[in-house]
C-alpha cells in the first residue's frame, strides 16, 4: 500500500461528526465538509400524510434530495421516523395532523383503526401513541416496507434508526410530566416488561426485514 497526502477531507463511512437536519438540504455538505453524515428525522405524518400515500410525501422528497447531495458530494444520510415529540410542541405542530384535536406525529388513520394513544399530560397540547399497540406496529411496518423498498442498500444510507418513545429515543421518561417519568400513566396503558420486550422484537424484525444489509441503530 502506497499513501499519498491530499488536501482534501476524507470521510470514511460510520465515522465522523453528524449533522442533524429536519429540512431539505440548503448547501450543508458544501459549507460543512467535515460532516460525514447528516442525519434527518421527522414526524411521522410527514412519511404519510395521507394514508397509503408514502410515494411523494414531504419526507420522501427531502430524503431524496439529501440522497441525492449525498451522492455528489460522497457523504450520508441517516434515517428516523418520529413518533412523539414530549416537551417540543413547536417542532411536532409543524408537521402534526389532529387526533380528537390533539397535535400528533402519527397519522390519524392509525389510532382510527383501533391503535391506543392518550393526550399528553400537562398541557402541551399533543397526542401519545402507545408503541407497544398491536395494531400501531401494524401501520408502523407497512411504513417500514416502503421505506425499505425506496431506500434499503443505497451506498449512501449511513443507517436506519428503530424509532419508539420520546422523539423516537427507546425513552418513555425525562419528560416533566410526573405521571410518564414514574410509568404509572404507560402502566395503565399495558406497560409491562414483557410487552416492552414483543415490541423491540417487533421493530427490530420488521427493520431488519425492511433493510436486510443496511445498519440499524436505536
Request: aromatic share 12%.
Amino acid at each position: 500500500v502506497h499513501l499519498e497526502l491530499i488536501d482534501d477531507v476524507l470521510i470514511n463511512p460510520g465515522a465522523g461528526w453528524q449533522l442533524l437536519v429536519s429540512g431539505p438540504p440548503r448547501g450543508e455538505m458544501e459549507r460543512l465538509p467535515l460532516v460525514s453524515t447528516f442525519y434527518y428525522r421527522t414526524c411521522w405524518t410527514a412519511f404519510e400524510p395521507e394514508q397509503g400515500r408514502y410515494e411523494d410525501s414531504p419526507a420522501v422528497r427531502i430524503i431524496d434530495a439529501w440522497l441525492a447531495e449525498a451522492r455528489r458530494y460522497g457523504r450520508y444520510v441517516a434515517i428516523r421516523v418520529v413518533p412523539w415529540n414530549s416537551r417540543n410542541p413547536d417542532y411536532q405542530r409543524r408537521c402534526a395532523q389532529k387526533v380528537q384535536g390533539y397535535d400528533s406525529p402519527v397519522p390519524p388513520h392509525v389510532f382510527e383503526a383501533g391503535a391506543d394513544g392518550f393526550p399528553e399530560p400537562g398541557g402541551s397540547g399533543a397526542w401519545v401513541p402507545v408503541f407497544w399497540d398491536p395494531v400501531y406496529l401494524r401501520y408502523h411496518r407497512e411504513l417500514v416496507a416502503f421505506l425499505g423498498k425506496r431506500y434499503g442498500g443505497d451506498p449512501n444510507l449511513a443507517y436506519i434508526d428503530v424509532p419508539a418513545g420520546n422523539y423516537g429515543e427507546m425513552n418513555l421518561t425525562n419528560t416533566g410530566v410526573p405521571e410518564l417519568d414514574d410509568l404509572s400513566l404507560w402502566r395503565r396503558h399495558g406497560l409491562r416488561a414483557e410487552s416492552w420486550s414483543r415490541m423491540l422484537r417487533e421493530l427490530c424484525d420488521m427493520y431488519r426485514e425492511a433493510f436486510p444489509h443496511d445498519l440499524l441503530v436505536a
